[in-house]
């Protein structure tokens, strides 16, 4: 099983911060990535799939990068509506979500 | 536009079995996965399995072989997933989501169905 490790855990930060979340993998998934915003009560949200592509009606302020076992989501100006959590997801072999980071507000 | 309707929350007994279902509109349902995806009360996302219905055999996670079983039914675009010999641990939110392949990546999602296992 590859296991995928988020940090951190939970980040405070201010509308307007620039945040990057780390995701690793136990192994190489090459470039099998994905990101998911959720909210409470609500179904994740695609934002990034294949380490780097914007999923379609993402805004762009949100992107990733990384590649083998090294990921990040970068949300370049954090706007109110992205206060949630955030998952990364390996779909190299099966599937494993890491543990999730919540951005919350400073 | 795709949609992804589930059926309601579910009350069980330790023990016993639940299903549920996942019906698709909107898009074109066999040649698409669909796979389940559960979440307990306050914690992360757990992949469980998944199925193309034009293929028809399912794929599942290692640690829900034998307990799970995924499938699908061409002629009303709908998914089930059902989980046997429940337990307290079973307790948690249960999505269906479409991907290309079983393992994702998940772009549509259906809203969740709360099972809960309670004696």
């Known amino acids: 099983d590859i296991q995928m490790t988020q940090s951190p855990s939970t980040l405070s930060a201010s509308v307007g911060d620039r945040v990057t979340i780390t995701c690793r993998a136990s192994q190489s998934i090459n470039s099998w990535l994905a990101w998911y915003q959720q909210k409470p009560g609500k179904a994740p949200n695609l934002l990034i799939y294949?380490?780097?592509s914007l999923e379609s009606g993402v805004p762009s302020r949100f992107s990733g990068s990384g590649s083998g076992t090294e990921f990040t989501l970068t949300i370049s100006s954090l706007q109110p509506d992205d206060f949630a959590t955030y998952y990364c997801q390996q779909y190299n072999s099966y599937c494993n979500f890491g543990q999730g980071t919540k951005v919350q507000i400073k | 536009q795709v949609q992804l309707v589930q059926s309601g929350a579910e009350v069980k007994k330790p023990g016993s079995s639940v299903r549920v279902s996942c019906k698709a509109s909107g898009g074109t349902f066999s040649s698409y996965a669909i796979s389940w995806v559960r979440q307990a009360p306050g914690q992360g996302l757990e992949w469980m399995g998944g199925?193309?219905?034009?293929?028809?055999?399912?794929n599942y996670a290692q640690k829900f072989q034998g307990r799970v079983t995924i499938t699908a039914d061409k002629s009303t675009s709908t998914a089930y997933m059902e989980v046997s010999s429940l337990r307290s641990e079973d307790t948690a939110v249960y999505y269906c989501?479409?991907?290309?392949?079983?393992?994702?990546?998940?772009?549509?999602w259906g809203q969740g169905a709360l099972v809960t296992v309670s004696s």
């Open positions: 199925i193309i219905p034009i293929f028809g055999t399912p």
């Open positions: 294949k380490a780097s």
């Open positions: 989501a479409r991907g290309k392949i079983t393992q994702g990546p998940f772009d549509f």
